[in-house]
């Protein structure tokens, strides 16, 4: 008795630090609550580039959250998801289309030198002097004539360069182009030794978006491989909050109806359980808070599912239990053969759901991922909740003498009697010697 | 509670299950011919690819022509348009969502959404952009095979399983008994597919394997008993009182474990978000056809075997049956 008593205390101990995380730590919660955008981007194979190898994806990854983190949003994600993909998360975003093109735009600068015919220009060729060699980029303004300008700083191989090409091409153009459009061709007048060179937007000059756009993305970095969006889900706020209000509600009403149906169908056992399962969702939910489990509709749909299910364990012992004190046993024994025989059971119908739930993890997107993992929780924490919390409940009520009668396990007064028939006909059966 | 006899209405069992069944295969074989990309079910974007706009209004909307119209004089290449209607005591004042599916818009169409968009609050001012949802076609087709995967994967991981905790006829019943309620569950959606417009998702699968991994727990717990009982009451039962007192033992508890899983489902689906509904929805049918597999449709193909295999034995043996 008194390990059950110090089990009590245990329980009640988890339960007190349970609610203090749940208060304490916030929670985390998936784009589809809170509003924002989660795009998967696919790196793409081009012309030049023929296989997207593990180091081309850590250097888009690398440029992919710079791009990200210059938009200035807190507790953006980015990362890996299989060989070509990555995925990206912004909540709350306020301009959704700028900021996809901008995480999207492969940002290449490059430098040419004119190709001539005869004296006649006919295209552009590559130097080699690229947006790799920029140590920075800087927005500034034309001292002549106050426009908009990109100013450059290469680094120090880039600035070698630089001084190699301006040195070659003297007198002649040379072209800046950015994503294939040529931006600007100005003529060389003399070698420039110390990398620095100007980008002005043409006739009109840049306007301030567009230069400081451009400021950001060279410092980015160019994207190594191109990279497309091939699925997107993006939330607004109103909608997001509405679903947690809505879940907030369905999860109550669907907790308290549960609750109130055990209480009436297996009174005194039924109180047993509805506590146990008030003590088996803040367990879990404070789980969900001390892993950081990212809390998506789904996965709300998967907790209050498992709050369903977490009675089905109980009901499994209450069942057994009822049905040897029809047999005629005592509380306590009964009680003992209830948690035996219901064990197995338990146990074999929870594996089925734990291994749909690990299949749907690998196999599913990132909302299943959600629902799985939120499912298999709960049907590990319930299957603990039933056999320690439930069972040392009911010692304890039960096992103090207090609460014996059987009445107050929903058995009827036609079963009790029943009970104390069966009780009797053994009893006389063995007197005669025939043991059952 | 009251007593089942099943033994007595095995065939009226079989039939039952044959009557649930028979509409939803009828409706997949009707889908499978007139829908365009022949599958037996509605399929959403997750499998199909595709760009789906959900805006919100403050207004009750009914008639989608005028939409339709305007969207297509704007160039906007055969949209698929239709209602939702949202909660009426929702936050948001929302009462209707009008939802549009267009093929995939990738980031160098972006202003089509804002086209779409502009269009819309034409006719509705207040409507609001609620959900974007888009998925390029190699990922759609890419999602598909992993469903189908998965579902395959499962059902495997169960009949081994099953096969290691039980002996071959009533593994082979409770598989029977699963495919059973796929096949319903699938049914039910085909034909909500045909009158209401529902689709399949991601979602929808991963309903169909958490259903599945109930419906085997239920009928695990009932052949547990069987098996138990038959250790028991061999010499004093046939088999098929055995079965029939082993169902009637768990009624109780089978019955109540499907109630409180129903009732937060049924919570879930009345109160929660219209995102998750159709989600909840394959759960409710599927837990539903579980229970009632479990109980009338598993065990009567066991206790129909086993007589089967006695009378089998029996003829071996040169004995009369």
Known sequence: MKNKIILFWIIVAIAITSVVVIMKKPTKLGLDLVGGSRLVLEAQTTDTIAKITPDMMESLLFAIENRVNGLGIAETVVQRSGERRLVVEIPDVSDLNKAKEFIGDTAELEFKREITKNGVPTGWSTTGLTGKDLSKANLSTNSQNGEWVVELEFNNEGTRKFANLTKELVGQPMAIFFNGDLQSAPVIREVIPNGRAQISGGDNGFAYDEAKRMVDLLNAGALPVPAEIIEENTVGPTLGADSIEKSKIAGMIGLGLVMLFMLVYYRAMGLIADIALCLYAIILFAIFKLFGVTLTLAGIAGFILSVGMAVDANILIFERTKEELRQGRTLFTAINAGFDRAFTSIFDSNMTTIITCVILYVLGTSVVKGFALTLALGVIVSMFSAITITRNFMYLAFGTGELKHPAMFGLSAKEIGKAHQVVETKRENAKFGILD | ?321
């Open chain 2, 1 to 321: 509670m009251f007593q089942l006899n099943l033994v007595k209405y095995r065939f009226v069992c079989l039939a039952m299950s044959a009557v649930l069944l028979l509409p939803g295969i009828v409706a997949m074989i009707y889908s499978s011919i007139t829908y365009p990309t022949h599958s037996p079910l509605k399929v959403g974007i997750d499998y199909t690819g595709g760009t789906v706009l959900q805006y919100g209004v403050n207004d009750e909307v009914s008639d989608l022509g005028v939409i339709r119209k305007d969207l297509a004089k704007a160039d906007v290449e055969n949209p698929y348009l239709q209602i939702i209607n949202a909660n009426s005591e929702s936050a948001m004042k929302i009462k209707s969502i009008i939802s549009i599916k267009t093929k995939f818009i990738d980031e160098k169409n972006n202003k089509e959404v804002d086209k779409i968009t502009g269009v819309i609050q034409k006719i509705y001012p207040e409507a609001q952009l609620l959900q974007v949802s888009s998925v390029g076609p190699t990922l759609g087709k890419e999602l598909f095979k992993n469903s189908l995967i998965a579902l395959g994967l499962a059902i495997l991981g169960i009949i081994a399983y099953l096969s290691i905790r039980f002996q071959f006829d009533y593994a082979l019943a409770a598989i029977l008994g699963l495919i059973h309620d796929v096949l319903f569950t699938l049914g039910v959606f085909s034909i909500l597919g045909l009158v209401n417009d529902v689709q399949i998702d991601g979602l929808f699968v991963t309903a169909l394997l958490t259903v599945i991994g109930f419906s085997v727990h239920d009928t695990i717990v009932i052949f547990d008993r069987i098996r138990e009982n038959i250790r028991y009451y061999s010499k004093k039962m046939s088999f098929s009182e055995i079965v029939n007192f082993s169902v009637n033992q768990t009624l109780t508890r089978s019955i109540n474990t499907s109630v409180t899983t129903l009732i937060t489902l049924l919570a879930l689906f009345f109160l929660g978000g219209t995102t998750t509904k159709d989600f909840v929805l394959a759960m409710i049918v599927g837990i539903m056809i579980g229970t009632y597999s479990s109980i009338f449709f598993c065990t009567v193909l066991v206790d129909i075997w086993q007589e089967k295999k006695i009378a089998q034995r029996g003829v071996k043996a040169g004995v009369k049956v």
